[in-house]
């Protein structure tokens, strides 16, 4: 399942973002030339709504949005691309809010061009038969 939603994101961002290298690794300064990573950040359960019924198992995935190219400017042009394009699109959400320097020291890395998309997986789950 998360492998679908893997890519659905490379589709979206290769097509907003034509010839860029995809990476779902995590940042690096090391990387070269141009592209966009999609690292997944982490994932939280969503609670289902109180209901008779079996309600699906829901998560949110929330990926890291980065991109590096050999000039600064084309890193910062992509990533506003990518998130105005998120922006307009049902199926993702953009956090607003800066992402924490201690997300960043993680990675041993500066803070780069970056941004968090949300993105909501669902699993069915069959009814229980009634006796």
Request: aromatic share 8%; no cysteine.
């Amino acid at each position: 399942m998360a492998f679908e939603l893997d890519g659905r994101l490379k589709d979206w961002v290769s097509s907003v973002i034509q010839g860029a290298e995809l990476s779902l690794a995590p940042p690096s300064v090391k990387n070269t030339g141009r592209g966009v990573g999609l690292y997944l950040l982490d994932l939280k359960q969503l609670l289902p709504p109180s209901t008779t019924k079996r309600t699906p198992l829901q998560i949110v995935l929330r990926y890291l949005i980065t991109a590096w190219s050999d000039e600064p400017e084309g890193a910062h042009q992509m990533v506003v691309e990518l998130m105005f394009s998120a922006m307009e699109n049902k199926d993702f959400e953009v956090e607003l809010e800066p992402i924490p320097l201690t997300v960043w020291a993680a990675f041993g890395t500066p803070p780069l061009p970056s941004f968090i998309l949300r993105a909501s997986l669902r699993q069915e789950r069959p009814q229980p038969q009634a006796k």
